[in-house]
Nanobody, 116 residues
């Protein structure tokens, strides 16, 4: 059974940076594309970024393009999200999942709060 555990969130001022991590259990991690998603208060969960199985191909939502970077380390079964130039509208709970997401894999997420 694959489990995903997100970490690295916190409170940061606008313009600051955070690095999120998502640790995956299971031996098939490296065969799947992975993504980051977020849910702001009162809004639906939305796509943020994705990476293919090797990390060589990435894709971002327009709202984070140029500020966020997704990467992965298959040897560590971990996917990362480097977030720079954070804005208050980046506030929310951040989740990782396969891409496209699989319903049964949603974890607890990690809270990111950006103050103005």
């Amino acid at each position: 059974q694959v489990q995903l555990v997100e970490s690295g969130g916190g409170l940061v001022q606008a313009g600051g940076s955070l690095r999120l991590s998502c640790a995956a259990s299971g031996r098939t991690f490296s065969t799947y594309a992975m993504g980051w998603f977020r849910q702001a208060p009162g809004k639906e969960r939305e796509f943020v970024a994705r990476t293919n199985w090797s990390g060589a191909s990435t894709y971002y939502s327009d709202s984070v393009k140029g500020r966020f970077t997704i990467s992965r380390d298959n040897a560590k079964n971990t996917v990362y999200l480097q977030m720079n130039s954070l804005k208050p509208e980046d506030t929310g709970v951040y989740y990782c999942n396969r891409s496209p997401p699989q319903g049964g894999l949603w974890g607890q997420g990690t809270q990111v709060t950006v103050s103005s």
